[in-house]
């Protein structure tokens, strides 16, 4: 890869992305540990030609975002834990009208105002579950600058051709720390752009109709089609129906145009799993220190392997399956109360061989803290 090459945040490598993959509109709301990514944009958007807005609060940077989008922009919002419980209702909204957007949500600790400064993990279920009703979500994470940069221009992608809400899950330490990143050359990364209606003035267009291939076609609002919005259960033109019918049909294209579509959503990385006999499974910040550890004990001879989740929700089952079955014990790392560890165990033909490293006081969990637990499975002659 040939680029400019920057030595960088997490949280401005995310935001250099967002400006890549071709945002046109941010609104946000400073909160800590998320606050570069608003004032990186709040300088560089302007000198692009997009606009930048700071809101009153998270709620209203959420909605701002949602409209804009409507008229046809790329968009994006960034935030922190608390801020993040304030965008519920709107992210929930934004589901429902099949509204592409991205959010940002650097984690920090909680719950409440927690540890502003310092770094956690634990927003992985309140991204899956934190708005109300049955819904579908995607969710990504990195562990580096680099798959910060890739993987916020594939948010903006995966927004783009599923018409939905992605959320970019990073937390404090990676967005804090500064390593290099690459910038690719214009055109190297591939890019989805909206996918705007064929429909000519004055016929009767359907907003909430599939193509064939299960994408809906977009027609900018104040352009040439009116149409309804609404966070009620609507019909293809829009308008809020409660028709049994109408209401299971357009759940059901909510959650199956993502669920139906979890190998294809899949982003990981893997690291010596063909041979090991134990296996980190981790995921963002936490996943620097699982690798550090199997270099270094695979340098001493040991196998052991690593399994760098980067798309949590929808949570890849099978794919876990598949790399965790040969292991003889399978240990994920994580900055939680193990939120990712009761999932892990779900998608297993063995539960009780997954175990638990993790660190939830706030400090970055380091390869000591894994090794003890490694050394615990193999005092127990697992």
């Known amino acids: 890869m040939s680029g400019n090459i920057k030595f960088i945040q997490g949280n401005e490598a995310c935001a250099e ?30 000198q692009i030609g997009g606009k930048f807005l700071q809101m009153e609060d ?8 949602i409209g804009a989008s409507l008229t046809g922009c790329k968009v994006m919002t960034a935030t922190s834990g608390p801020g993040f419980s304030l965008m519920q209702e709107a992210l929930g909204y934004a589901i429902m009208a099949e509204i592409p957007c991205v959010i940002v949500n650097v984690q920090r600790g909680g719950p409440s105002t927690g540890l502003p400064t310092h770094g956690s993990q634990g927003d992985v279920n309140q991204a899956r579950w934190g708005t109300h009703g049955d819904h579908a979500i995607i969710a990504l994470t990195a562990s580096n600058h680099q798959d910060i940069f890739a993987l916020t221009v594939e948010a903006f992608n995966l927004a783009e051709i ?38 000519n ?11 064939e291939d299960g994408r809906l076609p977009m027609s900018d609002f104040g352009g040439p089609h009116r149409y309804n919005v609404t966070g009620l259960f609507h019909d293809m033109w829009g308008f809020p129906s409660s028709e049994p019918r109408a209401v299971h049909g357009l759940l059901r294209h909510l959650v199956d145009k993502i669920e139906n579509r979890v190998n294809q959503l899949a982003r990981y990385k893997e690291y010596y799993i063909e041979d090991a006999k134990h296996l980190l499974v981790s995921y963002g910040s936490s996943a620097r220190s699982a690798r550090h550890i199997v270099e270094k004990r695979r340098s001493r001879g040991e196998r052991i392997g690593l399994l760098e989740l980067q798309t949590l929700w929808p949570f890849p ?21 193990g939120q990712i560890l009761q999932v892990v165990k779900l998608a297993v033909d063995q539960p009780d061989k997954v175990f638990l490293a993790n660190r939830i006081d706030g400090d970055f969990i380091m390869p000591s803290d894994i090794l003890n637990i490694l050394r615990l499975i193999q005092g127990k002659g697992v």
């Open 17 to 46: 992305a967002a400006v890549y993959a071709g945002l046109d509109f941010y609104a946000g709301y400073p909160i800590t540990p998320s606050t570069e990514i608003t004032e990186f944009l709040a300088s560089r958007l302007p």
């Open 201 to 211: 003035e004055g016929v009767d267009y359907h907003p909430y109709l599939p193509r």
């Open 317 to 337: 089952h099978e794919m876990v399956r598949e790399k965790c079955a040969a292991a003889q014990a399978v240990i994920v790392v994580e900055q939680n109360m």
């Open 58 to 65: 998270e709620i209203a940077s959420l909605c701002a975002i």
């Open 162 to 199: 599923y018409r939905t809400p992605v959320i970019l899950l990073l937390d404090e330490v990676v967005a804090h720390m500064r390593e290099r990143l690459v910038i690719p050359q214009p055109g190297e990364m591939p890019l989805v752009e909206r996918l705007k209606t064929t429909v």
